[in-house]
């Protein structure tokens, strides 16, 4: 059997052909334009599988990796993703390829490559954040994906840590929710309106890179945003560590190649907000897969998923 | 097989003898004086015990429920609980009745009984709360129990909810944890500052019992005082639904019994901290084992530990 694999990432969309195994071909990647939404998009992604898919090989399935919620069975529920109302990607992929299809949440087929291939590589129990656009997560638990009831599990980005009438709102989620206050967008909106209050220049094309390095430079309003949000995600981390006491958390996304600038005072807060007898039971280290976390995982779903 | 089954509650002790299916004679109930703690206390529930044991019957395995953290291989880890640091629990019962001991966290104990025999009947995926003197928590994931790397999964009383600088503080907790501001004691402490502040009298003998009875009046203090804890639970509680996708979530321990003064903000305040694709997926309800879930747990970990 082979895979024929696809990541509808947030601003790249990906593909390739894989083995059962994770070793897979080149992988083809594809910038997406702000206007591509929805079926503009997955008509982008169809024409480059297409071309894989020409290539003379064994059985194939298509595995999907998803920037949305999945339910249980493959179906994609996203009805709150952007351009994705009314797109029935499982059965458009179905009919395009005529192959079986198996489609994974982003976050939980993150956490699957990390597990099998990255930075989880032989732990039993591991959580896995990712911190870009938004904030998603995934779990595995005694070496498996776990879901949960609805496909729905491991969304830690949306655990409510600021609950004051004033907390920040992002995207479609609900007020002072962890991916509002540290996520990479709403760390460039912090930066923003933290040189404005300082009467200093926001930099062309600033985004939260240039926050984090700002901080590794030691510049205070910088290190100010950056431990601000910082300590939003350790205390994110620290609640998944007492909900799953798992042995490693993996951080990746975009925000997580600040490297050192990040992941020194993340460690040092996740410290702080654990109880006694949980410090430092838990490793905290960034993805090794970088961008292709997710395609590789969606890989690993659809190869382990027994379609 | 018969099991020898221990409570080691905080308030009270209990014990029986049941069968792997949890059927049981009585159950023998001793209250604890304060001062009864480690060693002593485990003597009384120890010479309980030993008149149990005396009764003819199959061979026997002894299951105890503790009430700190148990490590995965049924040691207790309970260097942070008064009068424990020294005891060796498991092998001092192992001695006194020359059988095998099966030691699980009182909260994990709950849950499993609930799941079992209790509101959790018939769910793949179930979390605890026990609120009471502390606010422990159990989890049930694809119907068995989960405890994570080290026995100490599902800790959702340490989860940091309020992080500022002034959170308060309880036993051996960090500030500002779910259990600092929820259980039991820390609605009897809001709720006696409330009255102080009133310039209110409070009355003899006042708990959060007297909170809720006082809110289900509607009087405006109470429900104040109330609904800031509920407040805090219910964002616990919405965090372990994002965490573990549950199908239900049961709420035990004494603060449960105030019922609907409970329940009722409780459910409408987990509504409003879950992303609204999570709203309404978990049931949120009382426990209905009372005061015997540790207990009956504990036979159910001990009779399914192939002990």
């Known amino acids: 059997m082979e895979i024929l694999a696809f990541d509808f990432g947030g601003t790249r969309g990906r593909c390739c052909l894989a083995q059962p195994d994770g070793s897979h071909d080149d992988i083809v990647g594809l910038a997406r334009s702000p206007d591509e939404h929805g079926a503009k998009w997955l008509a982008r992604l169809l024409e480059a ?36 109302e009314k797109v029935d990607l499982a059965g458009e992929m179905s009919r395009a390829f005529q192959l079986p299809v198996c489609v994974e949440n982003d976050a939980n087929a993150g956490a699957l490559g990390e597990h099998r291939f990255g930075a989880g590589r032989g732990t039993r129990h591991m959580a896995y954040f990712t911190v870009s656009t938004g904030i998603g997560g995934g779990v595995i638990l005694d070496g498996q994906l776990y879901r949960g009831a609805h496909g729905l599990a491991s969304e830690f980005g949306h655990m409510v840590m600021d609950a004051s009438p004033k907390a920040p709102q992002y995207a479609a989620g609900k007020p002072g929710v962890l991916e509002a206050l540290a996520c990479g967008p709403a760390i460039e909106r912090d930066g923003r309106a933290k040189l404005g209050a300082l009467g200093k220049p926001v930099p062309a094309g600033f985004t939260s890179k240039h926050v984090f390095d700002a901080a590794r430079r030691g510049e205070t309003w910088a290190m100010e945003v950056r431990d601000a949000a910082v300590a939003q ?17 993996v951080i990746g996304g975009g925000v997580s190649l600040a490297g050192d600038a990040l992941f020194e005072p993340l460690r040092r807060m996740v410290t702080r907000y654990l109880p006694h007898y949980l ?18 995982g969606a890989v690993v779903a659809a190869a382990e998923s027994g379609t």
């Open 233 to 249: 995600l350790a205390r994110g981390v620290a609640a998944a560590i007492c909900a799953y006491d798992v042995e490693r958390v």
């Open 279 to 296: 410090e430092n039971k838990a490793d905290v280290v960034p993805a090794a897969l970088g961008d292709n976390a997710a395609l590789l």
């Open 49 to 84: 599988g297409r071309e894989l898919n020409q290539a003379p090989g064994k059985r194939r399935i298509v595995a999907i990796s998803f920037g949305g919620p999945v339910a249980p069975d493959g179906r994609v529920v996203s009805m709150h993703v952007p351009g994705w």
